[in-house]
């Protein structure tokens, strides 16, 4: 029988780990939702399944390398801190059966996805809290802080690039171009979005130009003087 999962509240600004952890914990459970309603009527959840690998690939699973690097003591570690790692593991290994349900490398029905889909927000969830614990007693008295406030990289980028149709002027004007840039590399092959600003684009294209040349096209829909709208597209690879 599938049940909903109850989408925690999260902060929109993430400093501490555990705001951080909320922060990520509603977005997979908010995209796990989607597929779980679908599943429960019989159907399968193609869309949605692809919409939660998508987020857990570029925000979790990079979240807890980011973890094992930055959070947790070097080797010797203490018993704890090696069932986070295991933790970590079977996450990649909960992410794998659903990429493999993608790419017909299984034949998993929809029940079989959406119980997997379960497993992992269980463990997500079990996994964080004894997270927080653990380095609340290693760091104390100070709060842990969350692994975006050490590399830079904002949890709220993925949101307001998501889609098909990204709002530049939704971003923090500072984080614009790093934002878009993260959210264009990854696109697949022959996929494109369409980006809207109240300013120029051409800076982002001379960006991308230099991160992978000939990798990307660049179609202006609309030039100014109050919108501009692009199209880019990731090529095939030569």
């Given at each position: 029988?599938?049940?909903?999962?109850?989408?925690?509240?999260?902060?929109?600004?993430?400093?501490?780990?555990?705001?951080?952890?909320?922060?990520?914990?509603?977005?997979?459970?908010?995209?796990?939702?989607?597929?779980?309603?679908?599943?429960?009527?019989?159907?399968?959840?193609?869309?949605?399944?692809?919409?939660?690998?998508?987020?857990?690939?570029?925000?979790?699973?990079?979240?807890?390398?980011?973890?094992?690097?930055?959070?947790?003591?070097?080797?010797?570690?203490?018993?704890?801190?090696?069932?986070?790692?295991?933790?970590?593991?079977?996450?990649?290994?909960?992410?794998?059966?659903?990429?493999?349900?993608?790419?017909?490398?299984?034949?998993?029905?929809?029940?079989?996805?959406?119980?997997?889909?379960?497993?992992?927000?269980?463990?997500?969830?079990?996994?964080?809290?004894?997270?927080?614990?653990?380095?609340?007693?290693?760091?104390?008295?100070?709060?842990?802080?969350?692994?975006?406030?050490?590399?830079?990289?904002?949890?709220?980028?993925?949101?307001?690039?998501?889609?098909?149709?990204?709002?530049?002027?939704?971003?923090?004007?500072?984080?614009?171009?790093?934002?878009?840039v993260e959210r264009l590399l990854r696109l697949r092959?022959?996929?494109?979005?369409?980006?809207?600003?109240?300013?120029?684009?051409?800076?982002?294209?001379?960006?991308?130009?230099?991160?992978?040349?000939?990798?990307?096209?660049?179609?202006?829909?609309?030039?100014?003087?109050?919108?501009?709208?692009?199209?880019?597209?990731?090529?095939?690879?030569?």
């Amino acid at each position: 029988m599938i049940t909903h999962w109850t989408r925690p509240r999260w902060s929109r600004t993430a400093h501490t780990l555990i705001e951080e952890h909320a922060l990520l914990l509603g977005q997979v459970a908010a995209r796990a939702n989607d597929l779980l309603t679908v599943a429960a009527e019989d159907r399968w959840p193609r869309t949605e399944l692809q919409a939660l690998l998508d987020y857990v690939r570029a925000e979790l699973i990079r979240q807890i390398a980011d973890e094992e690097w930055m959070l947790f003591p070097p080797h010797p570690t203490p018993s704890g801190f090696d069932r986070l790692r295991r933790d970590h593991l079977r996450l990649r290994h909960n992410t794998q059966a659903l990429e493999d349900a993608t790419s017909g490398h299984s034949e998993s029905t929809a029940v079989q996805i959406a119980a997997t889909t379960w497993r992992l927000l269980t463990l997500l969830e079990r996994h964080f809290s004894a997270e927080e614990d653990l380095l609340a007693a290693a760091s104390a008295p100070c709060p842990v802080h969350a692994t975006a406030d050490l590399t830079g990289r904002s949890h709220e980028w993925y949101p307001l690039t998501e889609g098909t149709m990204i709002d530049l002027d939704a971003l923090p004007a500072d984080q614009v171009i790093d934002a878009i840039v993260e959210r264009l590399l990854r696109l697949r092959a022959d996929e494109h979005v369409e980006l809207r600003s109240s300013n120029d684009l051409c800076r982002l294209w001379r960006q991308m130009d230099r991160i992978d040349p000939y990798g990307y096209g660049f179609v202006y829909l609309q030039e100014g003087p109050q919108r501009w709208a692009m199209q880019v597209t990731r090529r095939q690879p030569r």
